[in-house]
């Protein structure tokens, strides 16, 4: 990715996600372990800026999506699994439920996300949900960069990939930026 696109993507998380990040649900997040290597907000910032990748790619074979729904997807994704040791008895109950608790916070914090995000969210742990599939091609690609992420994270044993602090800070300047132009 160029120095233009990861710009761009920055300034896309600024947009549509300055109001996630700085939520407590979020801030939180970064206090959870995640698939036993990095946090739940280091994930899911990292599902966001891969998720933002594949719309830059597809932008280019003149694909649109909707990059403010997928953006605000991708950051609460996962923001139901925050407690899970405590919320859920197993795995398997956890990988069925938290896409509906994450919907329950998505909500929250995003007031008027409309149905077709809140799907993004529920459908995200498909194919391992197999009868909740993706009905968007932003739900599909929210579901695929979360499994990119999921066995990058494991298989290189560090968080890797987007530093948290970064992302949130440079987003934070995006849109205080935006904000003094208007």
């Known amino acids: 990715m160029g120095v233009a696109a990861a710009g761009n993507i920055m300034n896309v998380l600024g947009m549509y996600g300055m109001n996630i990040m ?29 998720a933002l990748c594949i719309c830059a790619f597809l932008s280019k074979l003149h694909i649109n999506t ?14 139901g699994i925050l407690g899970r040791y405590e919320k859920f008895e197993n795995n398997r109950v956890c990988c069925r439920q938290h896409p509906v608790d994450s919907v329950d916070v998505a909500k929250k914090l995003v007031p008027d996300m409309d149905e077709r995000t809140q799907k ?13 599939i993706p009905t968007s091609r932003e739900g599909l690609i929210i579901s695929l960069a979360d499994k990119y ?16 602090e970064h992302i ?13 132009n208007l």
């Open 66 to 79: 909707k990059q403010k729904e997928l953006t605000q997807a991708a950051l609460c994704h996962d923001l």
């Open 168 to 180: 949130m800070m440079r987003a934070e300047r995006v849109k205080a930026s935006a904000a003094a």
């Open 120 to 132: 993004m969210i529920r459908t995200h742990m498909w194919p391992a949900t197999p009868l909740n």
């Open 149 to 164: 992420c999921a066995i990058r994270e494991v298989t290189t044993r560090r968080p890797g990939g987007y530093h948290a």
């Open 22 to 50: 700085n939520s407590d649900e979020f801030r939180n997040a970064f206090q959870q372990v995640h698939h036993n290597v990095t946090t739940v907000g280091d994930h899911s910032l990292n599902v966001a800026v891969s």
